[in-house]
């Protein structure tokens, strides 16, 4: 079975602190995908990054950035600079079976910035 | 170009009604799936049609039942309602494309039964 855990349930910063999100994931699939997704009050999932199991470099696009790390089995999220725009509800969520399968997701974290 | 669009945005039903909940895909995605969200939790998966066939089911009862047209666009279908089945309801289209999957989300629709 595929597991995906937020720990954070909530996360509260000031406006430009940088902030981490955790994830770690389970399955038993050695080909898998992984992403995280923003979801705003709208109730949209704003898809952020897809990462496959075999590429474990780390990413980043403008003030967003991705560890990958499979020793661990955590996809970390951080946001540098946080921005009040910035505030919603923040998935990981994990794909197996080599693409195959329905995305699990885990609980979220709510990630509020104030300004 | 539209992007996965839900309707209605919202429903309240009764115990017992059935419901069903539509989803036009993304321009050219072929592939459908359909989520539940409770208040508070992540998406869980209900199932994915492809070419006009349940392809993939998660661990849901079979009150939960679904279609595919044509045209690609989709139907969830939901009997004998329990109160537990109040949740937001999210479509989400995608395409693989050379080895590359391009997943997109619609706003959802949000049941509430009463």
């Known amino acids: 079975a595929q597991k995906v855990t937020q720990a954070q349930t909530e996360i509260s910063v000031v406006e430009k602190e940088d902030v981490t999100l955790d994830c770690v994931y389970e399955?038993?699939?050695?080909?898998?995908?992984l992403f995280w997704y923003k979801q705003p009050p709208s109730g949209e999932l704003v898809f952020l990054i897809r990462?496959?199991?075999?590429?474990?470099q780390n990413e980043i696009s403008g003030r967003y950035s991705w560890n990958f790390q499979k020793s661990t089995s955590s996809f970390n999220f951080t946001i540098t600079a946080s921005q009040v725009v910035d505030s919603a509800v923040y998935f990981c969520a994990l794909r197996g079976r080599g693409g195959a399968d329905g995305l699990t997701f885990g609980k979220g974290t709510h990630l509020i910035i104030q300004p | 170009d539209a992007g996965v669009t839900q309707s209605p945005t919202h429903l309240i039903k009764t115990r017992g009604q059935q419901v069903t909940l539509r989803c036009s895909p993304k321009?050219?995605?072929?592939?459908v799936s359909w989520y539940q969200q409770a208040l508070g939790q992540g998406p869980q998966f209900i199932f994915q049609y492809y070419e006009e066939e349940e392809r993939q089911r998660g661990n849901f009862p079979d009150r939960f039942s679904g279609h595919q047209f044509p045209n690609y666009s989709s139907e969830l279908n939901v009997n004998a309602l329990l109160l537990g089945d109040s949740a937001l309801y999210l479509c989400a289209s995608s395409l693989w494309d050379r080895g590359n999957e391009k997943l997109f989300f619609g706003s959802g629709t949000q049941l509430s039964v009463l």
């Open positions: 399955t038993r699939d050695t080909t898998y995908y």
């Open positions: 990462r496959n199991s075999f590429d474990e």
């Open positions: 321009s050219g995605h072929d592939t």
